[in-house]
């Protein structure tokens, strides 16, 4: 793409940070980050816990002020009416009135946001919670009030919809709920700026990540990019053997108690008839991804070693 | 602001503590009002309580002609404490249980939503005046009935002032705990403070002022406390000597009116303040 791309890209992005900094005292809690949420694609903002990603979500929903730097959201200053009216956000843990229930609890969102009642019933059946509408907020499990978080994000129909760590708390079935609800929120044309520390999750549902460390931006691409060549994992016997001949075909590293050549996928084949020509033992064989997982720590290490130097 | 203040009255109307804390003003008042009194009527001049006060003078504190006296006579002391914590609890929950974030990330702005919050608890300081209005004067209309008492009210002026200065003497000490609350991010620290400031030190500070201090009296007489009890002096018109606690003529009516004006004005826009200003963290 062009600068020219380039350009009316970043003039369309709904959330476009740049260069921003938080100081609490001597501590730099984000520093420096850069960032740029596009229309209708699930964003992930993934890092470590106290990597900056709360305080970052924060600024963007005008809760605090940052330090320096510049935040457009949705054309406009975080923290506006216009900008608040059609973002919806969950930041950090739900948090609601205990002796409410969670209808009543949507009910007072609702006034304050000037949303119809319909719009309530709406979101209750979006997060599967209209059966315990009507119990108190305190006897919720973390799962339903982490639903009920969600859809208090949902109640203004928002363009803009800012998730910190949706799925902390849920079980599995809920966290598969959660994510399968995350991304039809994306293929309905609505943006996501998703935080999370779980990679496989991100991973799962995001069209981009970028990844926070310590306060610093430290990648923002496709995750497909991210994820960049591919590989084979090879289970073989004698290894050592095995593991001379793969190196002709791609570089070699052991994990686990197999080998992973760094390959095309296409040449597996190939691979199989020279090993086994060669009188090896081939018990498994498959393509496998990079994981997210090695990417961010390789990002997050080479980082921290960059720093170190 | 309407939606918001919508909001607000649904929290406060669904909040058990705020009707704890009026049904604790309410019995205090008929308790302290009504009650005590009319035993100390009925059990005759015998009893230690009435020593020295003729019972029919006991009976006439508790007819209708005095209900502006029994409605309002705590509320510089017990009732104002009580308004205290109701500022507190509220405003103090929303950081205590997080729900600032969730009610900032709406649509309306920090200032419109506290606005909010202070009508809000308005209205709510006027349903308990309302409230313990009422029940004093069934209170004393039944003692009148049963005592053959005069059934003679007082006038709606002074109902009506004397009801207003209750109101603006429980809002001031709701909003002290509301600036407090805000102040420290909490309930109870914001209550405890609150209420041994009430209870306890300004009483201290008056009583040191006036036998080791004089030259300090003006500093005891700008105190919200001194001048709560002031206007409700000056709004009922009761004698000293039968002034409940905290109830006196330390400063004028007016004075007293204008001085707790400032106080509320003072408190409010501190609390406003700094909510727009600081992060929520």
Not at chain 1, 54 to 65: E, N, S, V
Not at chain 1, 98 to 125: C, F, K, W
Not at chain 2, 101 to 120: E, H, M, N, S, Y
Request: with cysteine; charged share 20%.
């Amino acid at each position: 793409m062009g600068a020219c791309g380039r350009h009316s890209r970043r003039m369309d992005a709904l959330v476009e940070v740049s260069g921003l900094t938080k100081r609490y005292g001597g501590t730099l809690a984000v520093d420096g980050v850069d960032l740029t949420v596009l229309p209708g694609e699930v964003y992930g903002f993934l890092g470590p816990n106290g990597a900056g990603k709360t305080t970052t979500l924060r600024i963007l929903t005008g809760l605090i002020a940052p330090t320096s730097g510049s935040v457009r959201v949705l054309g406009g200053r975080p923290g506006d009416a216009g900008v608040l009216g059609r973002t919806g956000s969950m930041i950090e843990s739900p948090a609601f009135y205990p002796y409410l229930s969670g209808l009543d609890n949507l009910r007072l969102l609702a006034e304050y946001a000037g949303v119809s009642r319909q719009r309530i019933d709406e979101v209750l059946e979006l997060v599967d919670l209209t059966d315990r509408a009507k119990d108190r907020f305190s006897t919720y499990s973390l799962g339903m009030k982490q639903r009920l978080g969600v859809a208090a994000a949902l109640l203004k129909d928002p363009e803009l919809v800012i998730l910190d760590e949706p799925t902390n708390g849920l079980d599995p079935a809920g966290m598969r709920d959660m994510r399968r609800l995350i991304r039809e929120l994306g293929t309905e044309g609505r943006t996501v700026l998703l935080s999370s520390h779980l990679l496989g999750e991100v991973q799962q549902i995001c069209d981009r990540v970028g990844i926070i460390n310590a306060g610093r931006m430290v990648a923002e691409h496709h995750v497909e990019e991210l994820r960049g060549e591919q590989e084979l994992v090879v289970r073989a016997a004698p290894r050592e053997d095995a593991q001379r001949l793969l190196a002709r075909f791609g570089s070699v590293h052991q994990y686990d108690d197999t080998l992973r050549v760094q390959v095309d996928p296409a040449k597996a084949a190939e691979v199989n008839r020279t090993l086994v020509e060669a009188g090896i033992d081939v018990s498994e064989l498959h393509t496998a991804e990079r994981a997210l997982e090695d990417i961010f720590f390789e990002l997050t290490t080479a980082k921290e070693t960059t720093d170190a130097g | 602001m309407l939606g918001s203040y919508r909001a607000e009255i649904l929290k406060l109307r669904k909040r058990s503590a705020v009707w704890v804390l009026f049904g604790a003003g309410l019995v205090l008042s008929l308790i302290f009002g009504y009650l005590l009194p009319y035993l100390g009527y009925a059990t005759g001049d015998d009893n230690p309580q009435t020593d020295g006060v003729p019972r029919a003078e006991i009976l006439r504190g508790m007819l209708p002609a005095r209900v502006i006296d029994n409605t309002i006579g705590g509320y510089p002391i017990f009732a104002g404490a009580l308004a205290l914590v109701l500022g507190a609890i509220v405003i103090g929950g929303e950081y205590t249980w997080g729900t600032l974030k969730t009610v900032l990330t709406q649509r309306p702005r920090r200032g419109t939503i506290l606005g909010a919050q202070f009508l809000a608890l308005g209205t709510m300081i006027a349903l308990w005046v309302l409230g313990i209005f009422a029940a004093c004067a069934l209170c004393s209309l039944g003692i009148a009935a049963a005592e053959n008492g005069s059934t003679t009210w007082p006038g709606i002026g002074d109902l009506l002032q004397g009801l207003a200065g209750g109101w603006l003497v429980l809002m001031m000490w709701c909003l002290a705990g509301a600036v407090l609350a805000v102040a420290f991010r909490n309930v109870a620290l914001p209550i405890g403070l609150g209420v041994v400031w009430i209870l306890g030190i300004e009483t201290l500070l008056a009583g040191v002022v006036s036998s080791l201090l004089p030259s300090l009296k003006w500093l005891a007489n700008v105190l919200p406390g001194t001048n709560a009890g002031s206007l409700v002096f000056g709004v009922t018109g009761m004698a000293a000597a039968d002034a409940p606690p905290g109830v006196r003529d330390a400063v004028g009516g007016s004075r007293a009116l204008l001085t707790l004006l400032a106080y509320c004005a003072l408190f409010a826009v501190l609390a406003t303040w700094t909510t727009r200003r600081r992060d929520v963290t």
